[in-house]
Nanobody
């Protein structure tokens, strides 16, 4: 099993940037697709960005395309989410998730089926 620990959240003004990190330990990191999900107060968890084991395939939530970038460093067992041009509506707890099945990870309503999650990191964007 893979264990995940997120970091990098915080308070930022609208238009600012943050970089989230998710450090993995346990089983071979490069065997897993990775994803970032978020959950705002009173809303369901949603997929923000996912990346396959090699970094060659990525998918993004439409509302973050062109602003967020997911990447991974398999040598460091870490996946990143670079968030630029942040908006108040990006405010949420951001979670890292892992799954060896990229089709599942990148599929609809993946958050309902994934079993490996980090503890989450809060991102607050002020207007």
């Amino acid at each position: 099993q893979v264990q995940l620990v997120e970091s990098g959240g915080g308070l930022v003004q609208a238009g600012g940037s943050l970089r989230l990190s998710c450090a993995a330990s346990g089983r071979t990191f490069s065997n897993y697709g990775m994803g970032w999900f978020r959950q705002a107060p009173g809303k369901e968890r949603e997929s923000v960005a996912v990346i396959n084991w090699s970094g060659g395939s990525t998918y993004y939530l439409d509302s973050v395309k062109g602003r967020f970038t997911i990447s991974r460093d398999n040598a460091k067992n870490t996946v990143y989410l670079q968030m630029n041009s942040l908006k108040p509506e990006d405010t949420a707890v951001y979670y890292c998730a892992a799954d060896p099945d990229f089709t599942l990870l990148s599929g609809p309503r993946a958050e309902r089926y994934l079993e490996i999650w980090g503890q989450g990191t809060l991102v607050t964007v002020s207007a």
